[in-house]
């Protein structure tokens, strides 16, 4: 059982910085891919990035590459995702999840089996 707090959301200018954090509970958190997704009212939950147990390899949704980071420290049994360069469009409730199967780097929501209640981000034009 791994339980996911996010924390860092908030409202912020068009072209603003934020780093969001999701401190994971359980002894399991090294081995489990990590990821972020995204929704808005009305919409299907959306892949945001992903880092596979290890940190090796990541990925990311096309219109967040080159501006968003996703990165853990299993140390701290936490994972971030830090947001540079924010647009409107990056308005969304932000939601961290674990994909106990930590080899595997799927943008499905059904892969991942614990989710966190989410933090949300507010880019104002």
């Known amino acids: 059982q791994v339980q996911l707090v996010e924390s860092g959301g908030g409202l912020v200018q068009a072209g603003d910085s934020l780093r969001l954090s999701c401190a994971a509970s359980g002894r399991t958190f090294s081995s489990n891919t990590m990821g972020w997704f995204r929704q808005v009212p009305g919409k299907e939950r959306e892949f945001v990035a992903c880092?596979?147990?290890?940190?090796?390899?990541?990925f990311y949704l096309d219109s967040v590459k080159g501006r968003f980071t996703i990165s853990r420290d299993d140390a701290k049994n936490t994972v971030y995702l830090q947001m540079n360069s924010l647009k409107p469009e990056d308005t969304a409730v932000y939601y961290c999840?674990?994909?106990?199967?930590?080899?595997?780097?799927?943008?499905?929501?059904?892969?991942?089996?614990?989710w966190g209640q989410g933090t949300q981000v507010t880019v104002s034009s």
């Open positions: 999840a674990a994909d106990p199967v930590g080899w595997r780097t799927g943008r499905a929501t059904s892969l991942y089996d614990y």
């Open positions: 880092i596979s147990s290890g940190g090796g390899n990541t």
